[in-house]
């Protein structure tokens, strides 16, 4: 066997009408195939397929670039464009001409047995992690991809084997390994971007550490999901990752999240660090959180955020629409109320956004507003106010201090949150919800 250079995968080479090779509509186990001979057109045993290389594509299944195999004590490669033929009974090329250096790996490439099969990956559907047990190979006019995952744990009388079992679509799952370069060829928005912050926070809680600094790197290209997910994470993850920080970065983060989360997470850092981070924190921000930091934890004041849709009682419903178009930056659940203001600051009534819309826009706020809101004091402990807002059916509580201004607002979620034990989530195996970030409030 004459040595050669490592050729380019040549892509779009349709293998199908090689001798050997299978129609578009099969598909083979990898699990199966690992444990096939490599044998030239002349039927002769070369080698032992050892692993496939393929490139990761955004929208599309990753396309087979070439194959691993072992020859002696020696991993070597053999690009796909010497492939004539896959099937289950052995991989055929079309020359016993190989090239006999050690194989190396290039950067960005992807093993399929020694990066994905037997590792953990993300179930889309159930927000779950799981194990790739087999990967499924397919024949298309482009060429061999990895079309489908078996992620099913066998069972006693199958003795291991999974090519029998049903695989799902590639595209149900994201890949979780350490290979940064591949996985950064995948864009955010169409990898760790398919779930919600929540999700990948729950993800996150139930990963290793390796598993968890994969993730991490991924929503770090993006500041603003990145804010979203640590939000929802619970305070002792929240609490783990950061530390490990610096304080500039934790800063960073915290400045893209609400208030109220941002005043969890500070009194969660090590009390030596606390002030270092707040003090790097935007002006206006800092002043929210050290507000809410004088509040105990367990009352109104305590649960409630500082964004909240506020104008002159004397302004029109379009006005306040108009606001609210441009209110981007705050959280939306605290925009569902529209608070109207006297000329001395105190809060003159409340108006539901539903039937904002459903007033004529002209409409000025005092002239629609309910003038008798129901409202709450900072002191008001979490039972007084769950049981208020449960009584009146409201997504937000305004919070007033003594002479009737509004110091911030209480949203339905974070009522929610205060009032459920922390374990409420812990149902069956095969549930497929998400849970909301821990209850569990600031301590001093």
Do not use: C
């Not at 444990?35 to 692993?51: C, G, N, Q």
């Not at 009974?89 to 047995?113: H, I, M």
């Not at 979780?176 to 912050?197: F, H, Y």
């Not at 804010?227 to 002792?236: I, K, P, S």
């Amino acid at each position: 066997m004459a040595g050669s250079l490592r050729r380019e995968p040549t892509e779009g080479i349709n293998v199908n009408t090689a001798p050997g090779a299978l129609t578009s509509e099969t598909e083979l186990s990898l699990a199966l195939l690992l444990r096939r001979a490599v044998i030239d057109a002349k039927d002769k045993s070369l080698a032992r397929l050892e692993d496939v290389i393929v490139k990761l594509r955004n929208d599309e299944y990753p396309l087979l670039s070439g194959l691993v195999i072992r020859v002696g004590g020696s991993r070597i490669f053999v690009p796909m464009a010497d492939v004539i033929g896959i099937d289950e009974a052995s991989v055929r090329l079309q020359s016993a001409r190989l090239d006999l250096r050690p194989f190396t790996r290039r950067e960005g490439e992807v093993l399929l047995k020694e990066d994905v099969l037997g590792h953990r990956l993300i179930d889309i559907a159930h927000s779950a992690l799981v194990k790739a047990r087999d990967i499924r190979l397919k024949s298309t006019p482009e060429g061999w991809v990895a079309s489908g995952l078996d992620v099913h744990r066998h069972s006693w009388f199958s003795f291991g084997a999974h090519e029998g079992h049903a695989a799902r679509d590639w595209h149900d799952f994201l890949l979780l390994m350490g290979n940064q370069k591949a996985l950064q060829s995948l864009s955010t928005s169409t990898w760790i971007g398919r779930l919600k912050p929540a999700q990948i926070a729950k993800i996150i809680e139930a990963a290793s550490t390796q598993e968890q600094n994969v993730l991490l790197a991924q929503v770090h290209a993006d500041p603003e999901l990145e804010a979203d997910v640590f939000e929802e994470l619970d305070e002792t993850h929240q609490a783990q990752l950061l530390k490990g920080r610096s304080d500039q970065d934790v800063a960073d983060v915290l400045s893209r999240m609400r208030a109220d989360d941002v005043a969890d997470a500070v009194m969660e850092l090590p009390q030596n660090r606390r002030l270092k981070v707040l003090e790097l924190l935007p002006p206006a921000q800092n002043t929210k959180v050290l507000t809410l930091l004088g509040y105990n934890p367990a009352t109104a004041g305590g649960l409630m955020g500082t964004d909240f849709l506020a104008l002159p009682e004397e302004r029109s419903i379009a006005d306040a629409l108009n606001m609210l178009r441009t209110a981007t930056t705050q959280q939306p659940e605290a925009l569902t109320t529209i608070h109207s203001l006297r000329e001395d600051g105190t809060l003159g009534g409340t108006l539901s956004l539903v039937r904002a819309l459903q007033l004529a826009p002209a409409t000025l706020l005092r002239d629609a507003v309910d003038a008798d809101p129901v409202v709450a004091r900072p002191e008001d402990d979490i039972i007084a106010v769950t049981t208020r807002m449960a009584d009146f059916n409201l997504l937000t509580l305004p919070v007033l201090d003594p002479s009737g201004r509004v110091l911030g607002i209480i949203t339905v979620d974070d009522a929610l949150e205060a009032a459920i034990p922390n374990d409420w989530y812990r149902r069956e195996p095969g549930e497929t919800g998400v849970r909301p970030r821990a209850v569990e409030r600031r301590q001093a």
